[in-house]
């Protein structure tokens, strides 16, 4: 099981950015995957996560209506659209899954397989 994560970089407040969580190794529509960010100084958080038990999704309050959790099963990809940023999403993100997992959870403890995250920065 390998997830590769991309997509970050620099962007302005206000700006958008789309993560990508590649999978090799498993198909990932079979399992739950779930974004999460850390922040220096702060702990882990959960982001998004999007089930493959019935294709139900999870956001953080903080991402509400800004960010997009989606999936293109053809190729094995999951993505984090990201819409009106602000310098407080700044973090590393990362993509989780785990082979025992269906249902969305919005904690890393119930993820152990990771990416090895994307760093993103909010500033003008």
């Known amino acids: 099981v390998q997830l590769q994560a991309s997509g970050g970089g620099l962007v302005q407040p206000g700006g958008s950015l789309r993560l990508s969580c590649a999978a090799s190794g498993f198909t990932l529509d079979y399992y739950a995957i779930g974004w999460f960010r850390q922040a220096p100084g702060k702990e882990r958080e959960g982001v998004s996560c999007?089930?493959?038990?019935?294709?139900?999704?999870y956001y953080a309050d903080s991402v509400k209506g800004r960010f997009t959790i989606s999936r293109d099963n053809a190729k094995n990809t999951v993505y984090l659209q990201m819409n009106s940023l602000k310098p407080e999403d700044t973090a590393i993100y990362y993509c989780?899954?785990?082979?025992?997992?269906?249902?969305?959870?919005?904690?890393?403890?119930?993820?152990?397989?990771w990416g090895q995250g994307t760093l993103v920065t909010v500033s003008s």
């Open positions: 989780a899954t785990d082979s025992l997992r269906l249902a969305c959870s919005s904690s890393s403890y119930d993820f152990d397989s």
């Open positions: 999007l089930s493959s038990s019935d294709g139900s999704t």
